[in-house]
């Protein structure tokens, strides 16, 4: 194989030309590649943040929604609970409401009468009072009182049971002498 024969000057020629090239490769990969990785990968990283955000977003509106329709369901059933209370005090309506409801149960003879009354200490529920009643049954059939109770606790959304006291009357032992302590919330007006 015949190689041609550079001559001393072309030689140094093409040396500096293949340090030429080689110091343009550096400056290139050096001073444009780099930089334009490095801002492409500070770029993906901000794509990938700003999509965690817009994620992130998009539970918390889902979540939104939910707490909105929630509210939205509380909000009735809220209004529902305030429609049951009557107007008055409560004084005035809930003995003769409580004598009703156990006389269309079959219990005669109920009467209600108010122990105590105190407002809520927690701020949200400043405008309701917490009230607490005995209602006393000196004659009532198992059977009838049983049915009653549960009735007047799914009747009443606002009311509920503390105590339960019964007694057996030794002349009439098919009744029994009933004392409910109940607990009322209602809202002041």
């Known amino acids: 194989m015949n ?4 001559s001393k000057d072309q030689i140094k020629k093409l040396s500096l ?4 090239f080689v110091f343009l490769l550096y400056v290139y990969f050096t001073f444009f ?11 993906l990283a901000q794509i990938a943040d700003r ?8 539970s918390e509106v889902a979540k939104a929604a939910a707490l909105e329709h929630q509210a939205k369901d509380a909000m009735a059933r809220f209004a529902a ?3 049951l209370i009557p107007e008055g005090a409560p004084i005035a309506w809930f003995p003769p409401r409580t004598k009703t409801f156990f006389a269309n149960q079959g219990i005669d003879r109920a009467v209600a009468r108010l122990e105590s009354n105190t407002n809520f200490k927690q ?3 400043a405008a309701w009072t917490k009230y607490n009643w005995l ?4 004659q009532a059939d198992f059977a009838a009182l049983g049915k009653s109770i549960a009735e007047l606790e799914n009747a009443q959304p606002l009311l509920s049971i503390t105590k339960l006291s019964i007694h057996l009357l030794p002349e009439q032992p098919q009744y029994q002498q009933v004392v409910i302590a109940a607990t009322t919330v209602i809202e002041k007006r």
Do not use: C, H, V
């Open 3 to 6: 190689l041609p024969k550079f």
């Open 17 to 20: 030309s293949a340090m030429g």
């Open 33 to 43: 590649l780099g930089p334009l990785q490095k801002a492409r990968a500070g770029t």
């Open 51 to 58: 999509q965690n955000k817009i994620d992130s977003s998009k």
């Open 81 to 83: 609970l305030k429609a």
């Open 123 to 125: 701020t949200e529920l």
């Open 135 to 138: 209602i006393d049954m000196p």
